[in-house]
């Protein structure tokens, strides 16, 4: 079959409308996303959905009040959860062994692909949706605000609402650079100077770099969006919450 168009023309949207998303609406396209593939058959994930705004008012920060999660109509926290498995087992006499880093990481991926197959579905249905990785970032914080419990860690926040006009499409690495055939085949110094050129070459790009007082686009990631202390720093604060969450 060809790839379908949606695939191709696919867009984050940031600005949404003032129009309410219906939460039976929200559970449908959870309880379809949750066909989705998963570690086991175990299903090690949950999904807050937070639509008062007084709530996504106290969850903004957490997200840098950028403007997706400041203005959207709802947010669905997607979470790693052992949780309800593991309770489900003790009272099943059957003893867990799931704190360590690879049940962690089962989890993980299962709210991530949940997340993603939410995401497609939700776009589908006409809504706008925009990951905020910052979920990551800030951890704790929204543990503390969505009532958390122990064995449960925020994994991606994905911000919904009705479209505000139409997003502007994201640039994307050509495919031949990301796909290797068989083996992987590292890239040579030009090779990655022809893969970043289309990128570097953007007007939006080049205003990132010339407002950011940088020499290169490169140097905007590591000096000024993902630096390495600020890395640092929220790994430290994403680690130890992992282990307070018990694993």
Known sequence: MPIPQYFL???????????????????????????????????????????????????????????????????????????????????????????????????????TIFAQQFCTIAEQSGLGCCYLGTTTYNAPQIAGILDLPNRVVPVVTIALGWPDGEAPKCDRLPVDSIVHIEKYKDYSDDDIRDIYSYKESLPENKNFVSENGKETLAQVFTDVRYKKSDNEYFSKLYRDFIGEQGF
């Open 9 to 111: 023309d696919r867009r984050t949207v940031r600005r949404f409308s003032d129009r309410a998303v219906d939460m039976s609406m929200i559970t449908e396209m959870l309880g379809a996303a949750a066909q989705a593939p998963n570690t086991g058959n175990m299903q090690l994930y949950s999904a807050v959905v937070t639509v008062s705004p007084e709530t996504i008012k106290a969850l903004a920060p957490a997200h840098f009040n950028q403007p997706a999660s400041v203005g959207c109509a709802a947010m669905v926290t997607f979470c790693a959860d052992f949780n309800r498995f593991e309770h489900w087992c003790r009272v099943s006499d059957a003893a867990p062994g799931y704190d360590n880093f690879q049940a962690f990481i089962w989890a993980v991926i299962d709210a």
